[in-house]
């Protein structure tokens, strides 16, 4: 039996039961890939769900406006991923009659997507010979051949693609890639890999010789940078101040209530990150605010940061002035109804829920 064999059967047995396994079709294929990429399965199938409700084709998809994209996509967060759909979707449509390309050089132009997307669209949904390499095949091949190259040094990642495209067996791309992924995911995992239950134990190096968990191997870790940051519930004759970040920003296109970065490599206590959010406030705003009250602290990991936003609420007067808008960035008051209207961040979001 060889790998290629044994991985096969293993998939036919264990593929979990995927939405976008049913049919394979183009699209659906394409909103999960996207959809999965920082984001775990068990996290973007009700999003994925919810999405094919709403969004039952790229027609759909096209001639939406992109709030009502962004608000779908909200807490999936990388909010680039949903503005980039939107736009390959209007571009499929003039381009393409509005039917996915099959060509893989027209997959890569499409917004968003890169080699390890691309090829994951053209081999799930066409079934063509074309290799994918992400965390869950790295470590996998890392394993399999004990291959002591740090998979976080990009030059070293061509050994990888290498080994998985001679991997494929023909007309098996469809099945094959996904059952490399799949066992990633479900046996082969980063911490306590199931090795006992492996169906491909036999042939890789790192279980013969005991030492699964010392592969994949890294060049460094990622030193992790702690940020205390406060966020401002503005309130004025039951109404909340929120702002729209400009496009080209990160999150650009979402809402967000006025927010501060106040330390780095700190921790503040409540009572100095207040002041330091009311000095930060009153300078941008111009105006004098009533007492602030801290109603919430919400833990934020993004990247090689590790935030805590204290989350104030102070009140404006009726006859109190407005607070001034920052250049580019669109500012509404809003009652605690239409706040559920907006897409904001995963953050701002819980700040919402606050309200």
């Given at each position: ?18 939405p ?21 399965v ?28 962004l ?6 967060g990388?909010?680039?991923r ?22 893989y050089?027209?997959?890569l ?11 994951a ?28 190259k740090?998979i976080d ?18 007309g ?25 239950g ?5 042939f890789c ?10 592969y ?19 309130k ?35 009572d ?23 109603v ?13 936003l ?11 002035l407005?607070?001034k808008?920052r250049?580019?960035?669109?500012a ?5 109804k ?17 309200i």
């Open positions: 039996m060889t790998i290629q064999k044994a991985l096969l059967n293993w998939f036919r047995e264990n593929a979990r039961p995927l976008w396994r049913k049919k394979y079709a183009p699209y659906e294929v394409w909103i999960s890939e996207i959809m999965l990429q920082q984001t775990q068990d996290t973007a199938l009700p999003y994925f769900e919810r999405w094919m409700k709403v969004f039952p084709t790229i027609e759909s998809l096209a001639r939406s406006d992109e709030k009502k994209v608000k779908l996509w909200q807490g999936l990388y909010y680039s949903a503005r980039n759909l939107h736009a390959s979707a209007r571009l499929i449509m003039d381009k393409h009659n509005g039917v996915f390309p099959e060509d050089e027209a997959i132009s499409l917004k968003g997507i890169g080699r390890y997307s691309a090829g669209i053209a081999s799930i949904a066409f079934n063509q010979k074309r290799p994918i390499v992400d965390g869950n095949v790295l470590r996998v091949l890392s394993r399999v051949y004990a291959i002591d740090p040094v990009e030059k070293n990642k061509a050994i990888f693609w290498e080994f998985q495209e001679r991997l494929i067996p023909e098996q791309a469809r099945f094959f890639n996904q059952a490399l992924m799949e066992l990633g995911a479900l046996v082969c995992s980063a911490r306590n890999p199931a090795c006992t492996c169906p491909i134990r036999n190096v790192a279980y013969k010789n005991d030492a699964a968990e010392n994949p191997i890294r060049h460094k870790k990622k030193k992790i940078v702690k940020i205390s940051a406060g966020a401002l519930i503005l004025r004759n039951d109404k909340y101040f929120i702002r729209k970040r400009p496009l080209g920003q990160i999150m650009g296109g979402l809402w967000e209530f006025p927010e501060w970065k106040l330390a780095q490599n700190k921790t503040l206590a409540a100095e990150s207040l002041k330091k959010t009311a000095r930060l406030a009153e300078k941008e705003f111009s105006i004098k605010l009533r007492p602030f009250e801290l919430g602290v919400i833990k934020r990991n993004y990247t090689t940061f590790n935030e805590s204290n989350v104030f609420l102070a009140e404006i007067s009726s006859q109190g407005m607070p808008e250049d580019g960035w669109p509404v008051w809003v009652s605690r239409e706040l559920k209207h907006y897409p904001f961040s995963s953050a701002h979001l819980k700040i919402a829920q606050l």
